[in-house]
Protein backbone atom coordinates (compact mmCIF):
# COMPACT_ATOMS: atom_id res chain seq x y z
CA UNK A 1 0.00 0.00 0.00
CA UNK A 2 1.42 3.66 -0.88
CA UNK A 3 1.62 6.25 1.76
CA UNK A 4 1.39 9.95 1.14
CA UNK A 5 2.02 13.15 2.99
CA UNK A 6 0.52 15.99 3.01
CA UNK A 7 3.23 19.30 2.46
CA UNK A 8 2.85 22.56 5.43
CA UNK A 9 5.62 25.20 5.62
CA UNK A 10 8.21 23.07 3.47
CA UNK A 11 7.98 19.97 5.06
CA UNK A 12 6.43 16.54 4.13
CA UNK A 13 4.53 15.61 6.78
CA UNK A 14 1.90 12.60 7.93
CA UNK A 15 -0.55 14.06 10.38
CA UNK A 16 -1.67 12.20 13.47
CA UNK A 17 -4.83 11.11 11.33
CA UNK A 18 -5.18 9.24 8.50
CA UNK A 19 -7.68 7.83 5.71
CA UNK A 20 -7.67 5.66 3.52
CA UNK A 21 -7.72 5.64 -0.26
CA UNK A 22 -9.80 3.43 -2.82
CA UNK A 23 -9.31 2.06 -6.14
CA UNK A 24 -12.44 2.80 -8.44
CA UNK A 25 -11.36 -0.19 -10.76
CA UNK A 26 -11.46 -2.63 -8.09
CA UNK A 27 -12.69 -1.11 -5.22
CA UNK A 28 -9.80 -2.34 -2.87
CA UNK A 29 -7.79 0.06 -0.77
CA UNK A 30 -4.58 0.83 -2.37
CA UNK A 31 -3.33 3.97 -0.31
CA UNK A 32 -3.12 5.38 2.87
CA UNK A 33 -3.51 9.14 2.97
CA UNK A 34 -3.10 12.15 5.67
CA UNK A 35 -5.98 13.34 7.45
CA UNK A 36 -5.64 17.15 7.89
CA UNK A 37 -7.97 18.68 10.60
CA UNK A 38 -8.18 22.06 12.12
CA UNK A 39 -4.90 22.26 14.00
CA UNK A 40 -3.46 21.40 10.20
CA UNK A 41 -5.02 23.73 8.47
CA UNK A 42 -4.37 26.57 11.29
CA UNK A 43 -0.46 25.48 10.81
CA UNK A 44 -0.83 25.99 6.83
CA UNK A 45 -2.55 29.28 6.61
CA UNK A 46 -0.04 30.66 8.95
CA UNK A 47 2.78 29.20 6.84
CA UNK A 48 1.45 30.94 3.74
CA UNK A 49 0.83 34.31 5.62
CA UNK A 50 4.43 34.23 7.04
CA UNK A 51 5.85 33.41 3.18
CA UNK A 52 3.63 36.17 2.10
CA UNK A 53 4.95 39.04 4.19
CA UNK A 54 8.16 38.10 5.98
CA UNK A 55 9.79 35.14 3.84
CA UNK A 56 12.10 35.21 0.84
CA UNK A 57 8.81 35.50 -1.21
CA UNK A 58 7.96 38.61 -0.28
CA UNK A 59 11.96 39.90 -2.00
CA UNK A 60 10.97 37.57 -4.92
CA UNK A 61 10.75 39.34 -7.97
CA UNK A 62 8.11 39.10 -10.74
CA UNK A 63 10.75 37.80 -13.20
CA UNK A 64 11.89 35.40 -10.41
CA UNK A 65 8.50 34.14 -9.84
CA UNK A 66 8.18 33.56 -13.76
CA UNK A 67 11.52 31.42 -13.57
CA UNK A 68 10.22 29.05 -10.90
CA UNK A 69 6.71 28.74 -12.70
CA UNK A 70 8.94 27.96 -16.27
CA UNK A 71 11.04 25.27 -13.50
CA UNK A 72 7.83 23.77 -12.46
CA UNK A 73 6.53 23.43 -15.98
CA UNK A 74 9.13 21.23 -16.70
CA UNK A 75 9.01 19.05 -13.82
CA UNK A 76 5.23 18.37 -14.50
CA UNK A 77 6.02 17.51 -17.98
CA UNK A 78 9.09 15.43 -17.20
CA UNK A 79 6.44 13.70 -14.45
CA UNK A 80 3.31 13.51 -16.56
CA UNK A 81 3.65 9.58 -16.55
CA UNK A 82 4.30 9.32 -12.95
CA UNK A 83 1.34 11.68 -12.39
CA UNK A 84 -1.06 10.53 -14.45
CA UNK A 85 -1.06 7.01 -13.48
CA UNK A 86 -1.63 7.63 -10.14
CA UNK A 87 -4.56 9.74 -11.01
CA UNK A 88 -5.94 7.49 -12.96
CA UNK A 89 -5.06 4.86 -9.73
CA UNK A 90 -6.95 7.06 -7.11
CA UNK A 91 -9.93 8.18 -9.45
CA UNK A 92 -10.58 5.61 -12.69
CA UNK A 93 -9.82 8.72 -14.91
CA UNK A 94 -8.56 6.12 -18.23
CA UNK A 95 -4.77 6.84 -18.63
CA UNK A 96 -5.20 8.04 -22.25
CA UNK A 97 -6.64 10.86 -20.34
CA UNK A 98 -4.84 11.60 -17.80
CA UNK A 99 -1.49 11.12 -19.67
CA UNK A 100 -3.03 13.75 -22.17
CA UNK A 101 -4.37 16.80 -19.88
CA UNK A 102 -1.57 16.01 -17.27
CA UNK A 103 0.92 17.23 -20.36
CA UNK A 104 -1.23 20.00 -21.22
CA UNK A 105 -1.42 21.29 -17.43
CA UNK A 106 2.90 21.97 -17.90
CA UNK A 107 1.47 24.21 -20.50
CA UNK A 108 -0.58 26.09 -18.16
CA UNK A 109 2.09 26.78 -15.85
CA UNK A 110 4.27 28.25 -18.80
CA UNK A 111 1.66 30.49 -20.22
CA UNK A 112 1.53 31.91 -15.89
CA UNK A 113 5.45 31.71 -16.21
CA UNK A 114 5.20 34.11 -18.93
CA UNK A 115 2.60 36.27 -17.48
CA UNK A 116 4.43 36.93 -13.88
CA UNK A 117 6.15 40.11 -14.62
CA UNK A 118 3.47 41.70 -17.35
CA UNK A 119 1.04 42.13 -14.56
CA UNK A 120 0.95 46.20 -14.58
CA UNK A 121 0.07 49.03 -12.13
CA UNK A 122 -1.06 51.93 -14.16
CA UNK A 123 -0.60 55.94 -14.19
CA UNK A 124 -3.81 57.69 -13.13
CA UNK A 125 -4.54 61.17 -15.22
CA UNK A 126 -5.49 62.82 -12.49
CA UNK A 127 -8.03 65.84 -12.16
CA UNK A 128 -5.27 67.74 -9.90
CA UNK A 129 -2.69 69.45 -11.27
CA UNK A 130 -0.31 69.09 -8.22
CA UNK A 131 -0.72 65.45 -7.75
CA UNK A 132 1.23 62.44 -9.57
CA UNK A 133 -1.01 58.75 -8.56
CA UNK A 134 -0.67 55.66 -9.58
CA UNK A 135 -2.54 51.85 -9.01
CA UNK A 136 -0.24 49.65 -8.11
CA UNK A 137 -1.39 45.78 -8.25
CA UNK A 138 -0.18 43.61 -5.22
CA UNK A 139 -1.04 40.01 -4.69
CA UNK A 140 -4.36 39.79 -3.06
CA UNK A 141 -3.03 37.82 0.28
CA UNK A 142 -3.25 34.02 1.72
CA UNK A 143 -5.85 31.84 -0.98
CA UNK A 144 -7.70 28.87 -0.07
CA UNK A 145 -8.29 26.77 -3.26
CA UNK A 146 -10.36 23.92 -3.16
CA UNK A 147 -10.35 21.42 -6.15
CA UNK A 148 -12.51 18.19 -6.63
CA UNK A 149 -11.60 14.72 -7.36
CA UNK A 150 -11.65 14.97 -11.59
CA UNK A 151 -8.83 16.55 -12.75
CA UNK A 152 -7.41 17.49 -9.75
CA UNK A 153 -3.99 18.71 -11.63
CA UNK A 154 -5.77 20.79 -14.22
CA UNK A 155 -7.94 22.11 -12.04
CA UNK A 156 -5.48 22.97 -9.32
CA UNK A 157 -3.29 24.57 -12.04
CA UNK A 158 -5.75 27.26 -13.36
CA UNK A 159 -6.04 28.26 -9.54
CA UNK A 160 -2.06 27.65 -8.43
CA UNK A 161 -0.36 28.86 -11.94
CA UNK A 162 -2.42 32.87 -11.95
CA UNK A 163 -1.83 33.20 -8.08
CA UNK A 164 1.92 32.42 -8.40
CA UNK A 165 2.23 34.93 -11.19
CA UNK A 166 0.60 37.63 -8.95
CA UNK A 167 2.62 37.11 -6.11
CA UNK A 168 0.20 34.71 -3.55
CA UNK A 169 0.78 32.23 -0.87
CA UNK A 170 -1.60 29.47 -0.75
CA UNK A 171 -2.98 26.19 1.19
CA UNK A 172 -4.33 23.72 -1.55
CA UNK A 173 -6.74 21.16 -0.17
CA UNK A 174 -7.14 18.34 -2.68
CA UNK A 175 -10.28 16.29 -2.65
CA UNK A 176 -10.54 13.44 -0.05
CA UNK A 177 -11.52 11.01 -3.25
CA UNK A 178 -8.42 10.95 -5.03
CA UNK A 179 -5.88 12.97 -3.67
CA UNK A 180 -2.96 11.12 -4.77
CA UNK A 181 -1.76 13.21 -7.43
CA UNK A 182 -1.98 16.69 -6.02
CA UNK A 183 -0.24 15.11 -3.10
CA UNK A 184 2.38 13.65 -5.61
CA UNK A 185 3.02 17.34 -7.13
CA UNK A 186 4.35 19.02 -3.82
CA UNK A 187 6.79 17.07 -4.36
CA UNK A 188 7.84 18.85 -7.84
CA UNK A 189 6.36 22.66 -5.97
CA UNK A 190 9.49 21.47 -3.50
CA UNK A 191 11.94 20.66 -6.29
CA UNK A 192 11.27 23.78 -8.10
CA UNK A 193 12.44 25.74 -5.17
CA UNK A 194 9.55 27.49 -4.24
CA UNK A 195 10.37 28.74 -0.56
CA UNK A 196 8.95 27.25 2.12
CA UNK A 197 5.31 28.06 3.19
CA UNK A 198 4.25 29.55 -0.87
CA UNK A 199 2.03 26.54 -1.92
CA UNK A 200 0.59 23.82 1.02
CA UNK A 201 -0.78 21.03 0.12
CA UNK A 202 -3.19 19.26 2.01
CA UNK A 203 -6.18 16.68 1.70
CA UNK A 204 -8.96 15.96 4.37
CA UNK A 205 -12.47 15.51 4.78
CA UNK A 206 -15.15 18.67 4.55
CA UNK A 207 -16.23 19.64 8.42
CA UNK A 208 -12.58 19.01 9.78
CA UNK A 209 -10.68 20.69 6.91
CA UNK A 210 -12.49 22.41 4.34
CA UNK A 211 -15.07 24.36 6.26
CA UNK A 212 -11.92 25.40 8.94
CA UNK A 213 -9.89 26.17 5.25
CA UNK A 214 -12.47 28.41 3.86
CA UNK A 215 -13.45 30.62 7.25
CA UNK A 216 -9.92 30.91 8.49
CA UNK A 217 -9.26 34.53 9.85
CA UNK A 218 -6.11 34.98 7.53
CA UNK A 219 -7.55 33.95 4.36
CA UNK A 220 -8.14 36.42 2.10
CA UNK A 221 -9.65 35.04 -1.37
CA UNK A 222 -11.15 31.13 -1.76
CA UNK A 223 -10.97 29.73 -4.87
CA UNK A 224 -13.16 26.70 -5.19
CA UNK A 225 -14.46 23.96 -8.03
CA UNK A 226 -17.23 21.33 -7.05
CA UNK A 227 -20.96 21.09 -6.76
CA UNK A 228 -23.58 24.21 -6.21
CA UNK A 229 -24.46 22.51 -2.93
CA UNK A 230 -20.81 22.27 -1.34
CA UNK A 231 -20.50 25.90 -2.96
CA UNK A 232 -23.24 27.26 -0.73
CA UNK A 233 -21.60 26.03 2.13
CA UNK A 234 -17.93 27.86 1.32
CA UNK A 235 -20.08 30.87 0.58
CA UNK A 236 -21.69 30.90 4.15
CA UNK A 237 -18.02 30.36 5.60
CA UNK A 238 -16.42 32.86 4.00
CA UNK A 239 -19.03 35.28 6.29
CA UNK A 240 -16.77 34.64 8.83
CA UNK A 241 -13.76 36.39 7.34
CA UNK A 242 -15.36 38.22 4.47
CA UNK A 243 -13.07 36.74 2.22
CA UNK A 244 -13.63 37.10 -1.90
CA UNK A 245 -14.70 33.75 -4.23
CA UNK A 246 -14.14 32.52 -7.43
CA UNK A 247 -16.44 29.82 -7.76
CA UNK A 248 -16.80 27.22 -10.78
CA UNK A 249 -19.59 25.04 -10.62
CA UNK A 250 -21.15 22.36 -12.32
CA UNK A 251 -23.44 22.51 -15.63
CA UNK A 252 -26.02 21.03 -17.74
CA UNK A 253 -24.83 21.94 -20.95
CA UNK A 254 -27.09 21.94 -23.98
CA UNK A 255 -25.57 20.41 -26.88
CA UNK A 256 -27.46 21.53 -30.09
CA UNK A 257 -27.29 19.92 -33.24
CA UNK A 258 -29.29 21.71 -36.31
CA UNK A 259 -30.19 19.27 -39.00
CA UNK A 260 -27.45 20.99 -41.36
CA UNK A 261 -24.61 20.08 -39.61
CA UNK A 262 -21.88 17.44 -40.00
CA UNK A 263 -23.94 14.23 -38.47
CA UNK A 264 -20.68 12.47 -38.17
CA UNK A 265 -18.45 14.90 -36.87
CA UNK A 266 -21.72 16.09 -34.42
CA UNK A 267 -21.98 12.93 -33.30
CA UNK A 268 -18.41 12.37 -32.29
CA UNK A 269 -18.32 15.82 -30.53
CA UNK A 270 -21.38 14.63 -28.70
CA UNK A 271 -19.84 11.17 -27.77
CA UNK A 272 -16.56 12.63 -26.08
CA UNK A 273 -18.30 15.48 -24.73
CA UNK A 274 -20.50 13.06 -22.41
CA UNK A 275 -18.89 10.05 -22.36
CA UNK A 276 -15.10 11.28 -21.78
CA UNK A 277 -14.03 11.34 -18.52
CA UNK A 278 -16.82 8.80 -17.73
CA UNK A 279 -18.89 11.68 -17.71
CA UNK A 280 -17.45 13.26 -15.12
CA UNK A 281 -16.68 16.44 -15.80
CA UNK A 282 -18.22 19.77 -15.42
CA UNK A 283 -18.58 20.92 -18.82
CA UNK A 284 -19.83 17.78 -19.60
CA UNK A 285 -22.33 18.06 -22.78
CA UNK A 286 -25.63 16.23 -21.41
CA UNK A 287 -28.61 17.40 -22.72
CA UNK A 288 -28.52 16.89 -26.54
CA UNK A 289 -31.30 19.22 -28.42
CA UNK A 290 -31.64 17.85 -31.58
CA UNK A 291 -33.67 19.06 -34.82
CA UNK A 292 -36.36 16.72 -35.37
CA UNK A 293 -35.78 16.37 -38.93
CA UNK A 294 -32.43 14.51 -38.04
CA UNK A 295 -33.09 13.08 -34.61
CA UNK A 296 -33.77 9.41 -35.49
CA UNK A 297 -30.70 9.83 -37.48
CA UNK A 298 -28.76 11.18 -35.24
CA UNK A 299 -29.76 9.02 -32.28
CA UNK A 300 -28.92 6.10 -34.18
CA UNK A 301 -24.81 7.15 -34.88
CA UNK A 302 -24.14 8.04 -31.32
CA UNK A 303 -26.12 4.78 -29.98
CA UNK A 304 -24.07 2.83 -32.71
CA UNK A 305 -20.92 4.67 -31.15
CA UNK A 306 -22.13 4.42 -27.14
CA UNK A 307 -22.52 0.66 -27.68
CA UNK A 308 -19.46 0.05 -29.27
CA UNK A 309 -17.22 1.92 -26.63
CA UNK A 310 -14.43 0.17 -24.76
CA UNK A 311 -14.84 -0.39 -21.18
CA UNK A 312 -12.34 -1.69 -18.97
CA UNK A 313 -9.37 -0.95 -16.38
CA UNK A 314 -8.30 2.93 -16.41
CA UNK A 315 -4.45 1.68 -16.78
CA UNK A 316 -4.83 0.13 -20.03
CA UNK A 317 -4.40 2.55 -23.12
CA UNK A 318 -7.68 0.68 -25.26
CA UNK A 319 -9.70 1.09 -22.53
CA UNK A 320 -12.17 4.44 -23.77
CA UNK A 321 -14.49 4.26 -20.25
CA UNK A 322 -13.36 3.51 -17.05
CA UNK A 323 -15.55 3.43 -13.49
CA UNK A 324 -16.95 5.74 -11.99
CA UNK A 325 -14.86 7.52 -9.18
CA UNK A 326 -16.75 6.42 -6.24
CA UNK A 327 -19.36 4.10 -5.09
CA UNK A 328 -21.52 7.24 -4.04
CA UNK A 329 -21.62 8.51 -7.70
CA UNK A 330 -22.27 5.06 -8.78
CA UNK A 331 -25.18 5.04 -6.71
CA UNK A 332 -26.16 8.69 -7.44
CA UNK A 333 -26.23 7.80 -11.26
CA UNK A 334 -28.06 4.91 -11.05
CA UNK A 335 -30.40 6.33 -9.14
CA UNK A 336 -31.09 9.01 -11.40
CA UNK A 337 -31.48 6.72 -14.16
CA UNK A 338 -34.08 4.70 -12.66
CA UNK A 339 -36.06 8.26 -11.19
CA UNK A 340 -36.13 9.41 -14.77
CA UNK A 341 -37.22 6.03 -16.64
CA UNK A 342 -39.87 6.28 -14.24
CA UNK A 343 -40.63 9.80 -15.42
CA UNK A 344 -41.30 8.30 -18.71
CA UNK A 345 -37.62 9.31 -20.39
CA UNK A 346 -37.40 5.74 -22.82
CA UNK A 347 -34.10 4.08 -21.96
CA UNK A 348 -32.03 3.83 -25.65
CA UNK A 349 -29.39 1.72 -24.36
CA UNK A 350 -27.38 1.11 -21.24
CA UNK A 351 -28.47 2.50 -18.32
CA UNK A 352 -27.12 -0.17 -15.50
CA UNK A 353 -24.17 -0.68 -13.19
CA UNK A 354 -21.80 -3.24 -14.54
CA UNK A 355 -21.42 -6.92 -13.12
CA UNK A 356 -17.93 -7.46 -10.94
CA UNK A 357 -15.39 -5.41 -9.64
CA UNK A 358 -15.04 -1.36 -9.32
CA UNK A 359 -17.82 1.12 -10.00
CA UNK A 360 -18.35 0.86 -13.64
CA UNK A 361 -21.64 2.05 -15.55
CA UNK A 362 -22.92 1.62 -19.03
CA UNK A 363 -22.68 4.62 -21.31
CA UNK A 364 -26.89 5.60 -21.40
CA UNK A 365 -28.93 7.62 -23.48
CA UNK A 366 -32.07 8.79 -21.98
CA UNK A 367 -34.57 10.04 -24.90
CA UNK A 368 -36.50 12.46 -22.76
CA UNK A 369 -38.99 14.15 -25.71
CA UNK A 370 -42.12 14.59 -24.13
CA UNK A 371 -41.48 14.15 -20.64
CA UNK A 372 -40.70 15.92 -17.94
CA UNK A 373 -37.66 13.71 -16.56
CA UNK A 374 -35.09 14.91 -13.63
CA UNK A 375 -32.54 13.91 -16.11
CA UNK A 376 -32.92 17.21 -18.33
CA UNK A 377 -32.53 19.14 -14.63
CA UNK A 378 -30.14 17.58 -12.39
CA UNK A 379 -26.29 17.24 -13.15
CA UNK A 380 -25.55 13.21 -13.00
CA UNK A 381 -21.82 13.95 -13.20
CA UNK A 382 -21.74 10.39 -15.07
CA UNK A 383 -22.06 8.53 -18.55
CA UNK A 384 -25.59 9.74 -19.57
CA UNK A 385 -26.84 11.75 -22.24
CA UNK A 386 -30.43 13.17 -22.53
CA UNK A 387 -32.48 13.94 -25.29
CA UNK A 388 -34.53 16.11 -26.56
CA UNK A 389 -36.10 17.96 -30.29
CA UNK A 390 -36.77 21.33 -31.75
CA UNK A 391 -38.56 22.14 -34.63
CA UNK A 392 -37.74 26.14 -34.49
CA UNK A 393 -34.20 27.55 -34.12
CA UNK A 394 -36.14 29.78 -31.33
CA UNK A 395 -37.28 26.41 -29.54
CA UNK A 396 -33.72 25.46 -29.99
CA UNK A 397 -32.57 28.38 -27.87
CA UNK A 398 -35.49 28.29 -25.47
CA UNK A 399 -34.76 24.71 -24.36
CA UNK A 400 -31.18 25.47 -24.20
CA UNK A 401 -31.67 28.16 -21.41
CA UNK A 402 -34.01 26.21 -19.79
CA UNK A 403 -31.41 25.07 -16.80
CA UNK A 404 -30.40 26.32 -13.56
CA UNK A 405 -26.92 26.57 -14.62
CA UNK A 406 -24.89 27.90 -17.61
CA UNK A 407 -21.08 26.48 -17.92
CA UNK A 408 -21.16 25.34 -21.30
CA UNK A 409 -22.76 24.84 -24.72
CA UNK A 410 -22.48 23.84 -28.15
CA UNK A 411 -23.73 24.16 -31.30
CA UNK A 412 -23.32 22.30 -34.73
CA UNK A 413 -24.80 24.38 -37.74
CA UNK A 414 -23.06 25.03 -41.14
CA UNK A 415 -25.43 28.49 -41.30
CA UNK A 416 -22.96 31.10 -40.08
CA UNK A 417 -25.35 33.52 -39.12
CA UNK A 418 -27.51 31.35 -36.86
CA UNK A 419 -24.34 30.26 -35.10
CA UNK A 420 -23.50 33.83 -34.61
CA UNK A 421 -27.47 34.24 -33.11
CA UNK A 422 -26.85 31.59 -31.01
CA UNK A 423 -23.58 32.89 -29.40
CA UNK A 424 -25.54 35.98 -28.49
CA UNK A 425 -28.76 34.48 -27.06
CA UNK A 426 -27.12 31.29 -24.97
CA UNK A 427 -26.64 31.86 -21.25
CA UNK A 428 -23.25 30.02 -20.59
CA UNK A 429 -19.86 31.11 -20.24
CA UNK A 430 -18.29 28.88 -22.99
CA UNK A 431 -20.30 28.87 -26.66
CA UNK A 432 -18.05 26.46 -28.60
CA UNK A 433 -18.90 25.90 -32.35
CA UNK A 434 -18.83 23.26 -34.35
CA UNK A 435 -16.63 21.72 -31.90
CA UNK A 436 -16.70 20.84 -27.99
CA UNK A 437 -14.70 20.61 -25.60
CA UNK A 438 -11.73 23.02 -26.03
CA UNK A 439 -9.96 24.77 -23.36
CA UNK A 440 -6.66 26.83 -23.42
CA UNK A 441 -4.37 28.42 -20.84
CA UNK A 442 -5.05 31.92 -23.14
CA UNK A 443 -8.85 31.69 -23.08
CA UNK A 444 -10.72 32.69 -19.64
CA UNK A 445 -13.15 29.89 -18.77
CA UNK A 446 -16.11 30.36 -15.92
CA UNK A 447 -19.75 29.79 -15.94
CA UNK A 448 -23.39 31.97 -15.03
CA UNK A 449 -26.16 31.27 -12.63
CA UNK A 450 -25.83 27.80 -10.59
CA UNK A 451 -22.52 27.61 -12.72
CA UNK A 452 -19.95 30.08 -10.09
CA UNK A 453 -18.74 33.19 -11.31
CA UNK A 454 -15.17 34.42 -11.51
CA UNK A 455 -13.34 33.13 -14.38
CA UNK A 456 -10.26 30.66 -14.77
CA UNK A 457 -7.43 31.19 -17.28
CA UNK A 458 -6.20 34.16 -19.17
CA UNK A 459 -4.80 37.16 -18.18
CA UNK A 460 -8.21 37.84 -15.99
CA UNK A 461 -7.45 35.10 -13.88
CA UNK A 462 -3.95 36.29 -12.83
CA UNK A 463 -5.42 40.37 -11.99
CA UNK A 464 -7.99 38.66 -9.91
CA UNK A 465 -5.33 37.36 -7.58
CA UNK A 466 -4.36 40.66 -7.49
CA UNK A 467 -5.70 44.26 -5.52
CA UNK A 468 -4.93 47.37 -6.46
CA UNK A 469 -3.38 50.03 -4.04
CA UNK A 470 -3.66 53.78 -5.09
CA UNK A 471 -0.68 55.80 -4.93
CA UNK A 472 -0.96 59.72 -4.06
CA UNK A 473 2.17 62.00 -4.56
CA UNK A 474 1.43 65.52 -4.22
CA UNK A 475 4.51 67.14 -6.49
CA UNK A 476 4.10 71.11 -5.34
CA UNK A 477 6.88 72.68 -2.65
CA UNK A 478 4.63 75.03 -1.43
CA UNK A 479 3.76 74.25 2.25
CA UNK A 480 0.23 72.85 2.27
CA UNK A 481 -2.39 75.67 3.88
CA UNK A 482 -4.42 75.60 7.36
CA UNK A 483 -7.40 74.22 6.72
CA UNK A 484 -8.60 76.06 9.23
CA UNK A 485 -7.09 79.43 7.92
CA UNK A 486 -10.03 81.41 5.61
CA UNK A 487 -8.70 82.56 2.49
Not at 2 to 16: P, T
Not at 268 to 293: D, K, M, P, W
Not at 410 to 433: D, E, P, S, Y
Not at 459 to 470: E, F, P, V
Amino acid sequence: MQRFQYYIDGEFLDGEARFQSIDPATGDVWADMPEARESDVDRAVNAAEKALYDGPWAKTTATQRGKLLYKLADLVAANAQKLAELETRDTGKIIRETSAQIAYVADYYRYYAGLADKIEGSYLPIDKPDMDVWLRREPIGVVAMMVPWNSQLFLSAVKIGPALAAGCTMVVKASEDGPAPLLEFARLVHEAGFPAGVVNIITGFGPSCGAALGRHPKVVHIAFTGGPETARHVVRNSAENLASTSLELGGKSPFIVFADADLESAANAQVAGIFAATGQSCVAGSRLIVERSVKDAFLSIIKRKAEAIRIGSPLEMATEVGPLATKRQQDHVAALVDKSVQSGARLVTGGQKLDGDGYYFQPTILDCDGVTSPSLAEEFFGPVLSVVSFETEAEALKLANDTRYGLASGVFTQNLTRAHRLMKGIRAGVVWVNTYRAVSPIAPFGGFRLSGQGREGGLAAALDYTRTKTIWLRTSDDPIPDPFVMR
